[in-house]
């Protein structure tokens, strides 16, 4: 086995193998349907009857954000261009079900075309994001985050810049707010049963001492407002000549999660949903479908039997959750998965997000090769070398669903090159 590195990263090859007659299964005729109505051309053709209800006359649109969920629903939104002297891009949300609308799409507007009834609605009133619409326009923004006290002196609109950070629709969002001679802050506006979740790990986490962020507010429209961290997101630092941070700190905050969290509901592990997403991934690339049944048994048989784990977790650690200023942790994010479960996997999700940066040019490839080994090296002696690797392939077939969701230029060769560092992984571990 090849334990002392990663082994083969993105672009290098690994035997492959046949599908197993129970690997991953392909979409369903009905999940077929569904894609082919909301990402073909037909779909505009409902985009424009969407902006027609508004008053709009488009003039042009492009598939802008997928989000499969195979037998449950598809969500497309629609970067759409309406016509005339005062014309602007919108932002059309649709989403179909296989049994047709329920009550989820109450907040949406209903749709019919070709015997399909299709929920839809126009950005940024996401029917399961009600307080979306209010932090993101200046007006009511203003006038919420004054109530708060946190607009010093006049609450004038023209006093806030407001940046959406990430928008995936009908999940979450999250918003920056910089108010001119005041804080920086950010809000997420999430459903009711997240927003609980988080906000009640938020508070565990801040008792313990850990450095997350600081609640300023919550909203009846589910909006949470926090301050923002110190220091800077690991994920704009990967590319240093010398790493930033080194493995120790990563595990000490890891081991300084409180027990506490192990009580909390339990949540699978991006590993442990290996088969769900490589079906998502068949679906998107059909020629893929071989090496992913091939992979997903490797990890299956190499993972069986593994007891679900009682450690403190973060749930989905990588890079983009950890802030960093002189080689120290100051900041961690995204704490909504928190609960109990292994370390192990809490390390593989950093192992995998590493392994899977993509479009670096050989310079950055060279550093963070050097930053994701020295982490490993750390790691391997805080866990099992083989599961670790075994469990970040798991995660990066998690991943490989991403280029096509955001619909990013050439999302077939990205998927590609993710599902080479998962196979890449596989192969370090000696499974493949």
Same mark, same amino acid.
């Given at each position: 086995?090849?334990?002392?590195?990663?082994?083969?990263?993105?672009?290098?090859?690994?035997?492959?193998?046949?599908?197993?007659?129970? $690997?991953?299964?392909?979409?369903?005729?009905?999940?077929?349907? %569904?894609? #082919?109505?909301?990402?073909?051309? $037909?779909?505009?053709?409902?985009?424009?009857?969407?902006?027609?209800?508004?008053?709009?006359?488009?003039?042009?649109?492009?598939?802008?954000?997928?989000?499969?969920?195979?037998?449950?629903?598809?969500?497309?939104?629609?970067?759409?261009?309406?016509?005339?002297?005062?014309?602007? @891009?919108?932002?059309?949300?649709?989403?179909?079900?296989?049994?047709?609308? @329920?009550?989820?799409?109450?907040?949406?507007? /209903?749709?019919?075309?070709?015997?399909?009834?299709?929920?839809? &609605?126009?950005?940024?009133?996401?029917?399961?994001?009600?307080?979306?619409?209010?932090?993101?326009?200046?007006?009511?923004?203003?006038?919420?985050?004054?109530?708060?006290?946190?607009?010093?002196?006049?609450?004038?609109?023209?006093?806030? @810049?407001?940046?959406?950070?990430?928008?995936?629709?009908?999940?979450?969002?999250?918003?920056?707010?910089?108010? %001119?001679?005041?804080?920086?802050?950010?809000?997420?506006?999430?459903?009711?049963?997240?927003?609980?979740?988080?906000?009640? =790990?938020?508070?565990?986490?801040?008792?313990?001492?850990?450095?997350?962020?600081?609640?300023?507010?919550?909203?009846?429209?589910?909006?949470?407002?926090?301050? #923002?961290?110190?220091?800077?997101?690991?994920?704009?630092?990967?590319?240093?000549?010398?790493?930033?941070?080194?493995?120790?700190?990563?595990?000490?905050?890891?081991?300084?999660?409180?027990?506490?969290?192990?009580?909390?509901?339990?949540?699978?592990?991006?590993?442990?949903?290996?088969?769900?997403?490589?079906? /998502?991934?068949?679906?998107?690339?059909?020629?893929?479908?071989?090496?992913?049944?091939?992979?997903?048994?490797?990890?299956?048989?190499?993972?069986?039997?593994?007891?679900?784990?009682?450690?403190?977790?973060?749930?989905?650690?990588?890079?983009?959750?950890?802030?960093?200023?002189?080689?120290? /942790?100051?900041?961690?994010?995204?704490?909504?998965?928190?609960?109990?479960?292994?370390?192990?996997?809490?390390?593989?999700?950093?192992?995998?997000?590493?392994? @899977?940066?993509?479009?670096?040019?050989?310079?950055?490839?060279?550093?963070?090769?050097?930053?994701?080994?020295?982490?490993?090296?750390?790691?391997?002696?805080?866990?099992?070398?083989?599961?670790? =690797?075994?469990?970040?392939?798991?995660?990066?077939?998690?991943?490989?669903?991403?280029?096509?969701?955001?619909?990013?230029?050439? &999302?077939?060769?990205?998927?590609?090159? /993710?599902?080479?560092?998962?196979?890449? %992984?596989?192969?370090?571990? $000696?499974?493949?």
């Amino acid at each position: 086995m090849i334990l002392g590195g990663l082994g083969p990263g993105p672009g290098a090859s690994a035997p492959s193998a046949r599908a197993p007659r129970d $690997g991953p299964a392909r979409s369903s005729r009905e999940d077929a349907r %569904l894609a #082919a109505e909301l990402t073909g051309p $037909g779909a505009v053709e409902l985009v424009a009857a969407v902006l027609a209800v508004r008053g709009h006359e488009m003039a042009g649109a492009r598939l802008d954000h997928v989000d499969h969920e195979p037998g449950r629903a598809l969500t497309v939104t629609y970067q759409a261009r309406t016509s005339g002297a005062a014309g602007r @891009t919108e932002l059309v949300g649709l989403t179909a079900r296989p049994g047709g609308p @329920t009550a989820e799409d109450a907040g949406a507007q /209903i749709f019919e075309r070709g015997g399909r009834r299709v929920a839809a &609605w126009l950005y940024p009133d996401d029917p399961d994001l009600p307080g979306l619409a209010r932090i993101t326009r200046t007006g009511p923004a203003v006038g919420l985050l004054a109530r708060r006290g946190l607009v010093p002196g006049e609450p004038d609109p023209a006093r806030l @810049t407001i940046r959406v950070v990430s928008y995936r629709p009908r999940r979450r969002a999250v918003v920056r707010v910089d108010v %001119l001679g005041g804080p920086s802050l950010y809000v997420k506006a999430q459903g009711s049963e997240q927003l609980a979740r988080t906000v009640s =790990r938020l508070e565990i986490l801040a008792r313990a001492g850990l450095p997350v962020p600081r609640i300023l507010g919550v909203t009846a429209d589910h909006l949470l407002i926090t301050g #923002a961290l110190p220091g800077r997101p690991m994920a704009g630092l990967l590319f240093e000549s010398v790493p930033q941070v080194a493995g120790e700190r990563m595990v000490e905050l890891l081991d300084a999660l409180p027990g506490e969290l192990a009580a909390l509901p339990r949540r699978a592990a991006w590993a442990d949903a290996a088969i769900h997403y490589a079906g /998502i991934v068949a679906n998107q690339l059909p020629g893929e479908g071989n090496r992913l049944d091939a992979m997903v048994e490797a990890i299956c048989a190499g993972t069986a039997g593994a007891a679900p784990g009682s450690e403190p977790t973060h749930g989905d650690f990588h890079e983009g959750q950890i802030h960093l200023a002189d080689g120290r /942790i100051v900041g961690l994010l995204d704490v909504d998965a928190c609960g109990p479960g292994r370390r192990v996997d809490d390390l593989a999700c950093l192992v995998a997000h590493l392994s @899977t940066v993509q479009r670096m040019d050989p310079v950055q490839t060279a550093r963070v090769g050097v930053l994701r080994n020295g982490l490993v090296e750390v790691f391997d002696r805080r866990v099992d070398p083989v599961q670790l =690797r075994l469990r970040a392939a798991g995660v990066a077939i998690s991943l490989a669903t991403g280029p096509y969701r955001g619909q990013e230029v050439d &999302w077939q060769g990205q998927t590609r090159y /993710i599902l080479d560092a998962a196979q890449g %992984l596989i192969h370090a571990a $000696g499974a493949l």
